[in-house]
């Protein structure tokens, strides 16, 4: 609801568990507009582990460019298809173009991958969509963002699990 009532050009959520480091938006803004040709689809950055007190556990990330460094479409799907994790990184960590989420019926949806709902996995969805779609993904070598890692989150629910490997064998289908 929010998503299709939002007037933005970006989005970036916020779950009430993670948290931004103040300059995160601002960071990753500088480089949207500077994207005339709107080439880049998405910004993620490295991103630190916190634990249930709020304490940095260390950096969550599967690989950790020296640089910035651009990912194509393909290279970005590659990258999460070959490695079967989310090479990108969590909801709260990324900046995303809102038009890259518009379905052919006309919504707003997050969590699709070729028009096809997710299960589990609606963050991984997002981004081999915007993959499928040729736009490129901007990954900073700075942290900006925490993501909270504690016992009520859904990664230990057992459908979520399952639903979860579904998903997968769906994106190396579709994909």
């Known amino acids: 609801f929010v998503l299709n009532h939002s ?4 989005i970036n959520y916020l779950f009430h568990d993670d948290l931004f480091y103040p300059q995160k938006i601002s960071t990753m ?8 040709n709107e080439q880049i689809g998405m910004i993620s950055s490295a991103r630190n582990l916190i634990d249930e007190n709020g304490v940095v556990q260390g950096q969550i990330n599967p690989w950790q460019p020296i640089d910035n460094e651009v990912l194509n479409g393909m290279e ?3 990258k999460i298809l070959y490695s079967s994790q989310n090479y990108i990184g969590e909801l709260t960590t990324v ?4 038009k890259l989420l518009k379905q052919n019926n ?3 949806l997050m969590g699709c991958f070729n028009g096809v709902r997710d299960k589990a ?7 081999l969509d915007v993959a499928r779609q040729g736009k490129n993904c901007l990954f900073l070598k700075d942290v900006l963002s925490c993501f909270r890692r504690h016992s009520g989150q859904n990664t230990y629910n057992v459908t979520i699990i399952v639903n979860s490997i579904i998903d997968w064998l769906n994106y190396i289908t579709i994909f």
């Open 106 to 108: 006309g919504e707003y």
């Open 29 to 36: 803004m500088k480089y949207m507009v500077r994207d005339f």
């Open 121 to 127: 996995n609606g963050d991984v969805a997002t981004w």
């Open 95 to 98: 900046l995303l173009r809102k």
């Open 7 to 10: 007037n933005g050009s970006f």
């Open 76 to 78: 970005m799907a590659e």
